[in-house]
């Protein structure tokens, strides 16, 4: 039997879920503008602050931009995985999880999302991996290169996986788990097994050989818990916490 709900939604989330619908009703893109306040306290037949805290709500959502002064208003932003990556840290912080987790739900998910890229990866998702690889290569004196295209890499094969939340999801656990934020270093000696690996999973995908991506992808988060349990054990005990990140 369902259980209902004893609170009934507020009214500005209500009306944040009708604007929405009324963006994609419209086929409103990225930097169109909504109609002015007193346009949508028609529309709506809402009070000024019920709008205004539908509005900031969807700010803070990625999905408008609200734009100060005459000519101003909300505009339409395209979200991102940044709202994702925080509410994931917060429901995190509040359970004591340790950064293990993030690594352990990498281990989980990466192999799947390589075998599925092996068969979906579009041509020019594969050259933009192939790049990512030599560019990690080119670059391997320098750290910051080096971390920008592993989260890239890594980012290319969730969205080549062809399922969305793939992305997004990766994304966000990328975000929260930057090794160079929480303290995980990584020696040029280090760099060059991640830029093997990389490139073993390159080739498995670029051959679109499914099995074989899955294990290449396997091999290497395992080879990156098994790195960071032995270097940075401490780190990954630690508890997540959204401050640090």
Not at 90 to 108: C, K, S, V
Not at 189 to 215: F, T
Not at 217 to 232: C, D, L, N, P, S
């Amino acid at each position: 039997m369902a259980v209902m709900s004893l609170r009934p939604p507020k009214t500005a989330m209500l009306l944040a879920q009708r604007i929405v619908a009324d963006i994609n009703r419209r086929g409103n893109t990225v930097g169109d503008r909504l109609p002015p306040e007193r346009v949508m306290l028609d529309e709506y037949d809402v009070g000024r602050g019920t709008l205004r805290e539908s509005l900031r709500f969807l700010e803070l959502q990625g999905v408008l931009s609200l734009k100060p002064g005459p000519g101003g208003g909300p505009v339409v932003q395209r979200p991102d995985a940044g709202s994702l990556a925080t509410t994931l840290t917060l429901l995190l912080q509040f359970e004591n999880a340790p950064f293990r987790t993030i690594a352990e739900a990498r281990a989980g998910l990466e192999p799947m999302m390589a075998r599925l890229a092996a068969e979906r990866m579009s041509p020019e998702q594969l050259d933009a991996l192939g790049a990512s690889v030599d560019a990690m290569r080119e670059h391997l004196e320098d750290q910051a290169v080096f971390l920008e295209e592993n989260k890239r890499f890594h980012d290319i094969i969730a969205h080549g996986s062809g399922n969305v939340m793939f992305g997004y999801l990766i994304d966000a656990l990328l975000g929260i788990l930057d090794g160079s934020a929480i303290g995980i270093d990584y020696p040029e000696v280090r760099r060059s097994a991640v830029h093997k690996a990389h490139l073993r999973i390159y080739q498995a995908l670029k051959n679109r050989d499914p099995e074989s991506s899955a294990e290449a992808m396997a091999r290497h988060i395992t080879e990156y818990v098994r790195y960071a349990e032995r270097k940075f054990p401490e780190v990954l005990a630690a508890p997540i916490v959204w401050a640090n990140l």
